[in-house]
């Protein structure tokens, strides 16, 4: 509407211009003015349509940018537009690209401040596209894909997990491009992108780990994991805690299943069916609280935290493994589920049989699924053999849904160590130590290939927001994002001094 009334305009200029009497050289001002006016005006509206269209990532903010990155849905499976979307600004930004793999549901690339073909000593920055499913969007405050930015915080289903740190690796490279362009610095920095974290990363990391070294030639990758926390239970409440994950805790999928030859109708099912089997060994399963282990992970994780509290408590912490402290820790098992979920394996059952349309039947087969997680040094055999002593019965039988990579451990090294001080720099009060991480994530294949492996989520996320991870109402802090790049940037900063 508004270019129709500004046609007409300049046309009647144009009109009166025509029938006027002005003298020819006036004629020549007015007509090379117009013409200029019209260059002007052309150059400024392409300039505008090629910024709408192109989107112009080398101006946009970490924050819209990461709005932007929300409102594409990439739940797992579908992360190709994601994938291109972030493959864009990376180019736009002097990047080095690398297509890893190109299929749909399983994009994986890098990005790099020199091409790969160098061997550069390499640091890796990790993260993944995909996201969980956002559920009904009516529990939602904001759309989930609508990357809504209000009080301070970007909105949406992947916000903080995984999308916010990938765009704090990102600007972060970014404010090195230019340097490494110009000198030749002593370390190449990679971004890898993943599909698939959320489904066990099949078609993602677990492609990518191939053959890893060989092509990157990694000194040390810093993915998601750890991150900055206050008001734990355990600790200090006053003081903010940065955990930088050294290892994690692998997830072991299990079905058990009962066969039996009783089935029939539910009126007569007598004293044995498999349903009842089923409830029973569940009952005896999880009644038994899993034996406390000190993992020489654990030891170091609270022996670091003890340094920083002092008192009986530093104390005790220091030395977690002594027989006498055995009691008080075991009531922080049953009372405190972090405490749990460190000192010991867990097994919990989260699918229960199917629903059948007849339930005056009672079927031949029962059957229910258990998430395990299991700590350093135990593998899914050991849990295997756990659950058939603990349930013992000769009729169940157990099959493994979805294996995982056992947990390996990546003891605090020179990258650990400038890590902890970049996260100092920024957070002056902060302490960091190293921790044993109760989820999972696709850390475990880069350390698998035997690579130095950190995770750390540079940023403080408070309670309710942990609560908020592949839930409802999922957001990142702006300041957040601002200090972790802060973070990322005097990290690289210590390391890319030029040779
Ligand atoms: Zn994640």
């Not at 020199?114 to 990790?126: A, G, V």
């Not at 200090?236 to 805690?241: G, S, T, V, Y």
């Not at 475990?444 to 408070?462: D, H, K, Q, T």
Request: aromatic residues 12%; negative net charge.
């Amino acid at each position: 509407m508004q270019t129709d009334l500004f046609t007409l305009k300049i046309q009647y200029i144009l009109h009166l211009f025509k029938h006027s009497n002005l003298n020819l050289y006036n004629r020549f001002l007015i007509k090379t003015t117009f013409s200029l006016f019209f260059i002007v005006l052309f150059l400024c509206k392409s300039y505008n349509i090629l910024a709408q269209e192109n989107n112009d990532f080398t101006t946009t903010s970490p924050i819209q940018f990461l709005s932007e990155y929300i409102r594409i849905p990439s739940v797992s499976g579908n992360e190709n537009q994601a994938a291109y979307f972030l493959m864009q600004a990376c180019e736009e930004k002097g990047l080095y690209i690398y297509k890893i793999s190109d299929t749909i549901g399983s994009v994986n690339f890098a990005a790099s401040l020199y091409s790969l073909d160098l061997k550069k000593p390499n640091i890796i920055f990790h993260n993944h596209m995909d996201v969980v499913p956002a559920g009904d969007s009516c529990n939602w405050n904001y759309p989930p894909y609508s990357g809504t930015i209000a009080n301070g915080k970007v909105w949406g289903r992947g916000s903080l997990d995984n999308k916010g740190l990938a765009i704090i690796q990102l600007f972060t490279i970014e404010k090195f491009v230019d340097l490494a362009s110009n000198k030749d610095l002593p370390y190449n920095v990679t971004i890898v992108c993943v599909s698939g974290e959320e489904t066990g990363g099949f078609t993602g990391s677990a492609i990518v780990s191939e053959n890893f070294k060989e092509i990157f030639n990694p000194v040390v990758v810093i993915g998601e994991g750890g991150a900055g926390m206050d008001n734990i239970a355990f600790l200090d409440k006053a003081k903010i805690f940065f955990g930088i994950s050294i290892t994690e805790k692998s997830s072991v999928w299990l079905k058990l299943s009962y066969n039996v030859q009783s089935a029939g109708h539910a009126s007569i099912a007598g004293s044995d069916y498999a349903y009842k089997r089923l409830i029973k060994g569940l009952h005896k399963l999880i009644d038994e609280q899993q034996p406390m282990q000190i993992t020489n992970e654990v030891k170091l994780m609270f022996s670091e935290a003890g340094k920083n509290i002092g008192g009986i408590k530093g104390f005790a912490f220091k030395n977690l493994d002594w027989k006498i402290f055995r009691p008080t820790l075991k009531k922080y098992v049953k009372k405190v589920p972090e405490f749990e979920s460190m000192l010991c394996n867990t097994i919990t059952v989260s699918s229960f049989g199917e629903i059948y349309e007849t339930t005056n039947q009672t079927p031949m087969e029962a059957h229910a699924t258990l998430d395990c997680r299991l700590l350093p040094g135990t593998s899914t055999n050991d849990m295997i053999d756990i659950i058939y002593k603990a349930i013992n019965d000769s009729l169940l039988h157990i099959s493994i849904l979805k294996p995982s990579p056992p947990a390996y451990t990546s003891y605090p090294d020179f990258f650990f160590h400038k890590l902890s001080v970049s996260i100092k720099n920024i957070f002056h009060d902060a302490e960091v130590i190293p921790m044993l991480l109760p989820a999972s994530t696709d850390n475990s294949y880069y350390r698998a290939s035997g690579c130095p492996v950190f995770g750390l989520n540079p940023m403080i996320i408070e309670a309710k927001q942990m609560n908020s991870i592949h839930n409802f109402n999922e957001y990142i802090d702006i300041e957040d994002i601002n200090n972790g790049i802060l973070i990322f940037e005097d990290f690289l900063q210590s390391l890319l001094k030029p040779i």
